[in-house]
């Protein structure tokens, strides 16, 4: 049936604009900035991976609250004893509960107090009992969640304060979760100082310098380091009348330092306390560390003060902006941080492009190969394909990240495998003898299912990787949607409707698919089922033996899931692997390696386990001290309780992409076939595995992405060769069923070959010039395409068969 002008006009138009849209993406920056603003409005965003940046996440420390907390309770109980004109008891501390021997009256007031906490259907923040004339304070569960989604809340304006004064261009700040706080900010070149502004509470207090230890004074540390002072523990003027402050540098040594001023209310006690103790050691605190303890030589009336000490300008800054933007309600800690110099952006960039580049025209090559005029015709809605695909990323204001960037080129080679099963089906009709337009509508009826069957498979793999997964996997699971149901527009409707024009406009007899070499094979007659239970068994034997790897020498796994952190560093010089490595044993706990990173002017550095910034930090310090003039282009930091939560996460995804990928095969088929492409994916996911532990791969968050990709490759594969024989099965009669397979597997043979040949004609490059983020997804892709595409041919078969023989049921029609 002629589709009518309007439907083709609009189409055109659609697909005229989608591409219009996708060229300023191509263009670059200077070029793109003199075109106007609705052109490139809808260009895509680039991730952090690509531009350069810092992704931290922060989280309130739960201990510090509750902590502070105790304080805050301990305070209400002296001030409703002082209320009731009783005398203050000692009061103990176990835990989060105080005990104090007190009467009646006391315990009702206190009740009243925790009462007051309760919101309507909410427990309150601490509970109170007495009993044998000791009254007992209890912090809940309940009121210390309160209290953390209470101080994130109030850290975002903080945060976003210290932020806009450091002058990050567009940086996000958003909540995640009840008591986190992610920041993202493009082009960040000095993550340190932005870790350290972030993650300092910023309390500040004045007080004044015991003369030698004893009751009421705390032993502080100095914040260089140099030694302890004895400081009384009454505050004498709070930070919070601090108005304002700067870095200036001193006029007499050109040190830098910081100048402050009090609010008026602060300026008047300031000049009492300096009149008051002349010649006395006054200490400025700064979340328990002493900046600077100087003498008071006189009055201080006007309110001003300054901080000297033996500070970086950076160091000078980060304190100014501190004092400015006031303290933060709780301490925050950076629980993940994923850095990324703008340097390795632009390589990441370069990388990427070259591997699309490389991959689409292997893949194009493949299928001109394959199919002549017609596989150059697929090659070019190839490029269609990928227009759309960023098209729509700019619509949807997705950003594009690396794993983004290998979810397209992923999306290329398996784009092809419509084209394959259509071009499949298109020859079979042509070999019956079918005239060309009829062929052509038979190719494309019978390639539909199937077609559908294979993209919702992975689709539903993607859309649990979406809901489980988080940054550029997420970012990952988009892109590979977005690129299946394009390829489906493009493949089954737009590459339908080019047929059809030429088809009819040239009249051929026939419509010959003919390779750019020699001619079409007819299907074979290889019988697999005779080789099938030998098969079987020597696909268990290497699944139990790649079982056996999981744990001899076991899986590498990364800090993604183990915990710590990981640093790329760059020098203009060889690195001193031998001096370097010495340093950072010298300085930082934990189990510290560091090895060479592809260029002798790179190093990876990498300690596992309990990490966090003071780890980071002193990596950064012995980094400095033995490689003068060192950049890290990569910092990722992984704390323990977002490991433990990514593996979590991770093995969800991975079940549920397996149980949801086989519900859907029981509805569309018959449980045999459900069950047989449980037990067949069950051996293909293991031997990857094992591959993964003999090789030693690392095991990651990118190995998650790889496996989960690999499932709906791999259920992808056995829904082809399944619906084949279920047609079969259909129309076979009596037909014993392992001949009905022989037959089916000897029809989809070729299309196998093909669909896995494009897809590691698209891998392999990624795999080879795509850098380590890239290639820690491509190889375990290409082990599992090899692996899926044997499983297919001689393990998915033997097993429908030996499901079918242990029941009496009939296989044919749906269920």
Excluded at 516 to 532: D, I, K, N
Excluded at 653 to 663: G, K, P, R
Aim: glycine residues 10%.
């Amino acid at each position: 049936m002629r589709r009518p002008l309007w439907v083709i006009m609009t189409y055109v138009a659609l697909l005229f604009l989608a591409v219009a849209t996708a060229i300023p993406n191509f263009l670059p920056v200077t070029a793109r900035s003199a075109l106007p603003d609705w052109v490139t409005n809808q260009t895509v965003s680039l991730g952090l991976d690509l531009q350069g940046g810092a992704h931290l996440l922060l989280a309130v420390d739960r201990d510090d609250l509750a902590q502070a907390r105790l304080q805050d309770l301990r305070e209400t109980l002296v001030a409703e004893m002082q209320a009731l004109n009783q005398s203050q008891a000692t009061i103990s501390s176990d835990g989060l509960t105080l005990s104090v021997g007190a009467d009646d009256a006391l315990f009702a007031a206190m009740q009243e107090s925790a009462a007051a906490t309760a919101q309507p259907g909410t427990p309150v923040d601490f509970t109170v009992t007495h009993k044998d004339g000791i009254l007992r304070l209890a912090l809940t569960a309940a009121g210390l969640d309160r209290a953390a989604t209470s101080a994130a809340d109030s850290s975002l304006e903080v945060i976003r304060q210290r932020i806009d004064q450091v002058g990050v261009s567009e940086p996000m700040i958003s909540r995640v979760g009840d008591d986190r706080i992610l920041v993202q900010m493009p082009g960040v070149e000095n993550p340190a100082q932005l870790r350290a502004l972030l993650g300092s509470t910023a309390k500040m207090s004045f007080q004044m310098v015991a003369a030698q230890p004893g009751p009421g004074v705390a032993m502080l540390d100095l914040r260089d380091g140099s030694g302890q002072v004895p400081v009384e523990n009454r505050i004498a003027l709070s930070g919070e009348r601090l108005d304002q402050a700067a870095m200036t540098f001193d006029p007499d040594t050109g040190r830098p330092m910081v100048t402050f001023a009090f609010d008026r209310q602060g300026a008047v006690t300031f000049a009492e306390i300096t009149a008051a103790n002349i010649g006395q050691r006054f200490a400025v605190v700064l979340d328990g560390q002493v900046l600077t303890a100087p003498v008071i030589q006189s009055v201080i009336p006007g309110g001003q003060g300054q901080i000297t000490g033996n500070f970086t300008p950076e160091e000078a800054q980060t304190l100014a902006v501190l004092l400015t933007s006031g303290a933060l309600p709780a301490s925050l800690e950076v629980i993940e941080e994923r850095s990324v110099g703008a340097a390795l952006g632009a390589d990441s960039i370069r990388s990427g492009l070259i591997t699309g580049v490389v991959g689409l025209a292997l893949v194009m090559a493949m299928m001109v190969a394959l199919y002549g005029g017609w596989g150059l015709l697929a090659s070019a809605v190839l490029g269609v394909n990928v227009m759309l695909t960023l098209t729509a990323l700019g619509l949807l204001g997705a950003t594009l990240t690396l794993p983004g960037i290998a979810g397209i080129i992923l999306c290329l080679g398996i784009a092809v495998d419509s084209n394959i099963l259509i071009f499949s089906r298109i020859r079979e009709e042509t070999a019956k003898g079918t005239v060309a337009m009829k062929a052509l509508k038979q190719g494309y009826a019978q390639a539909w299912a199937t077609i559908f069957d294979a993209n919702i498979t992975t689709l539903l793999a993607m859309v649990l990787l979406f809901l489980f997964g988080a940054g550029a996997v997420r970012g990952f699971a988009i892109t590979m949607s977005l690129g299946v149901v394009i390829s489906m527009f493009t493949a089954v409707v737009l590459m339908r409707m080019v047929m059809e024009a030429l088809v009819r406009r040239r009249k051929p007899a026939s419509l010959a698919i003919a390779p750019l070499f020699g001619r079409v094979p007819a299907p074979g007659a290889f019988s697999f089922m005779r080789r099938g239970r030998v098969a079987l068994v020597v696909s268990a034997m290497l699944s139990i033996g790649a079982m056996t790897a999981l744990v001899v020498p076991g899986p590498n796994l990364g800090i993604d899931f183990t915990g710590g952190v990981q640093m790329v560093l760059r020098s203009d010089a060889a690195v001193p692997l031998a001096d370097l490595r010495t340093a950072i044993a010298a300085s930082v706990a934990g189990d510290a390696s560091l090895q060479a990173f592809g260029d002798p002017t790179e190093a990876l550095i990498r300690v596992q386990g309990a990490a966090g910034q003071a780890t980071v930090a002193a990596v950064e310090a012995a980094a400095a001290q033995t490689v003068p003039g060192a950049v890290f282009d990569q910092i990722d930091l992984v704390g323990p309780t977002i490991s433990g939560e990514l593996a979590t996460t991770g093995l969800i995804a991975l079940s549920l992409a397996i149980l949801a990928m086989l519900a859907y095969i029981w509805v569309r088929f018959e449980w045999h076939f459900a069950a047989g492409a449980i037990v067949v994916l069950f051996l293909d996911i293991t031997k990857t595995f094992g591959i993964i532990a003999l090789v030693g791969w690392e095991v990651n968050l990118t190995t998650i992405v790889a496996l989960l990709t690999l499932i709906g490759y791999s259920v992808n594969d056995k829904v082809v060769v399944y619906d084949r024989i279920r047609e079969h099965l259909r129309a076979s009669g009596d037909t014993p069923l392992p001949e009905v397979i022989d037959r089916s597997l000897n029809q989809v043979l070729a299309r196998c070959i093909f669909t896995s040949g494009t897809t590691l004609a698209a891998l392999l490059p990624m795999a080879i010039w795509g850098g380590p983020a890239v290639a820690g997804f491509a190889w375990p892709m290409i082990a599992g395409v090899v692996i899926a595409t044997a499983s297919s041919l001689f393990v998915a078969g033997p097993v429908l068969v030996w499901l079918a023989a242990r029941s009496p049921a009939v296989m044919g029609a749906p269920a």
